[in-house]
């Protein structure tokens, strides 16, 4: 079992800086990739990032590559997000994941990550 907790959302204006975290408990840290997902109302949970176990690799989608960073930091059993640039489009709620799996791949399908956070909301206004 692994449990996920997100904490930082909040409003923010267009072009503004948002920093989300995310604290995980129950398994070794440092043996699960962690992901960032975001869900907006209507729409499905779509991939974020993702970052591997040791954080050297990252993954981003195309819709946030260049303005948002995904790290972590496995001593404090620790995800972040920081988001700049904020745009209008980037309003959701935030989700940390964790893929559990022995093969070390950056997924983006929701469908493999084993758990998941509560969720923060986010969101961006003109």
């Known amino acids: 079992q692994v449990q996920l907790v997100e904490s930082g959302g909040g409003s923010v204006q267009a072009g503004g800086s948002l920093g989300l975290s995310c604290v995980a408990s129950?398994?070794?840290?440092?043996?699960?990739?962690m992901g960032w997902f975001r869900q907006a109302p209507g729409k499905e949970r779509e991939f974020v990032a993702a970052v591997s176990r040791g954080g050297g690799s990252t993954s981003y989608a195309d819709s946030v590559k260049g303005r948002f960073t995904i790290s972590r930091d496995n001593a404090k059993n620790m995800v972040y997000l920081l988001m700049n640039s904020l745009k209008l489009e980037d309003t959701a709620v935030y989700y940390c994941?964790?893929?559990?799996?022995?093969?070390?791949?950056?997924?983006?399908?929701?469908?493999?990550?084993?758990?998941w956070g509560q969720g923060t909301q986010v969101t961006v206004s003109s």
């Open positions: 994941a964790a893929d559990t799996s022995s093969i070390p791949i950056l997924r983006s399908a929701p469908s493999r990550y084993d758990y």
């Open positions: 129950g398994r070794t840290f440092s043996s699960l990739v």
